[in-house]
DNA sequence: GCAAAAGTGTTGTCCTTACACCCATGC
DNA sequence: GCATGGGTGTAAGGACAACACTTTTGC
């Protein structure tokens, strides 16, 4: 095989030194925003800090953090998502990469938006620099940055996702009613939902596991308790299948 | 408002020079790589040049490129497109960002992957530079970079799309027979359909346009041509709810 | 007339929806 | 005993899956 192809002979020169091809591209800074979201008293929660940025003279901002040097971006997610909140055993997906030149009033920062959902009673914050704390998703107001439009989207994003996999659990007690759970529902979905459907349509799933305990301390007749099995969802995970739209 | 929060009253001083902190950032290079489909007798097709890096001694490679000091992401991919294809009126989608640190061997880049669809037949190829060639989805061996992963994500996102979306549409001529419609699903989603089924499904969106049209220059019977009804679709555009995983 | 694909209906099954009453508990 | 939500069944309609034969065209 020929080693030097000429560049009399390609249209383009084989470039022999990538370092100096990569040195030579422009840099910007990177960083990853985290959208946490919970659920408490009926109501989606979003976790967030203030700003540090003068400009932004306190308003609201998402967990953020540059990436480190040589860190990929899903670690640099779980390290922000650790040191704020001391969960290392969580969920997270990349959601999207939000590059306007203006969104970052230092100059250019790109950021990547990471979601993740936990549940607000698993994780008591006992971290609260900055004013760390859970906000209702349906009351924001202008936020620092573009983290309003980020959040958003990562709404948007947990609204369809929520309904083809099974992220609620992750936000619930790991023992919880089915009215907890068609609440969760409602919430995220923001719709209302047929009771009586509802439960079958779980019950037809055949995932929640009957733990065989009642809730307790409520002040009605207690609903029985479960879990979900997903052990079993696991297995027998679904390759969806249907034209629709 | 107190405009100078101290030290002393707060966890962290606010910061005013928001250029120093960024400044302060590590930088990164950064690109967008498009993955650009197209179809052609019955076989998804990916659009490929052959890698400029000598060390890939000519392996595939996505089309690429830096993106600029302030030049947004989608404005990047729009570019690479029309600079590669000619095309600018074409759909392109964010799909994720690849950050593996050694996934370029000059030294780490973050690339931004971006998904397109076009008719294979309303571009006539004029550009050949380093080989642009299309190439079989289905037969792809090792490429350059992780540009074998990120199309196999895209091709991921692409199955999950198409049944959701109308994007098929966009690598058919703009005249197509069900027959053809079907070879696409049937291609990309890599199953069997029933045709009457089939027919029947589409016949019921009632999204297709007879345009009382017939194919021509087929060995057989020729088949009805039909228009897709982009306007009635964005008008229609479902919510789609319904739990399922 | 033969090869190749177009075109077309029915049936059973399953899923979804709509809807109303009694039950268990706390107060 | 009353307020609150827990728990349950059924019937109708719609979507989907399975399935076979006749028609049109090129050769």
Chains 1, 2 share one sequence.
């Not at 596991?209 to 007749?221: L, N, S």
Request: proline share 4%; charged share 30%.
């Amino acid at each position: 095989m020929k080693k030097n192809a000429t560049m009399a002979n390609n249209p383009l020169p084989a470039i022999k030194d990538a370092a100096a091809l990569v040195a030579s591209y422009p840099k910007m800074p990177l960083t990853v925003d985290c959208v946490i979201f919970g659920f408490e008293e009926n109501e989606l929660k979003v976790l967030l800090i203030k700003s540090d940025l003068a400009v932004y003279n306190g308003q609201l901002s998402l967990l953020g953090d540059i990436v480190k040097n040589e860190e990929e971006l899903d670690a640099a997610a779980y390290r922000i998502l650790k040191e704020r909140t001391g969960m290392n055993d969580v969920f997270l997906d990349q959601v999207r990469t939000f590059s306007n030149p203006l969104r970052h009033p230092g100059g250019r920062v790109i950021t990547v938006a990471y979601c993740s959902l936990l549940n607000v009673r698993h994780h008591e914050l006992k971290i609260h620099d900055n004013d760390l704390n859970w906000h209702k998703v349906s009351t924001l107001k202008t936020m620092a940055f573009d983290h309003k439009e980020i959040i958003d989207v990562c709404y948007k994003w947990l609204q369809k996702r929520i309904q083809e996999h099974p992220l609620g659990f992750n936000l619930l007690p790991e023992k919880f009613s089915l009215r907890e759970l068609q609440n969760l529902y409602e919430a995220i979905l923001d719709i209302r939902l047929d009771r009586r459907n509802f439960r079958k349509k779980f019950a037809s799933m055949d995932l929640l596991i009957d733990i065989d305990e009642m809730e307790q301390d409520v002040p009605h007749r207690p609903g029985k308790l479960y879990k979900f099995n997903f052990e079993k969802y696991e297995k027998n995970k679904k390759k969806w299948i249907g034209i629709d739209f």
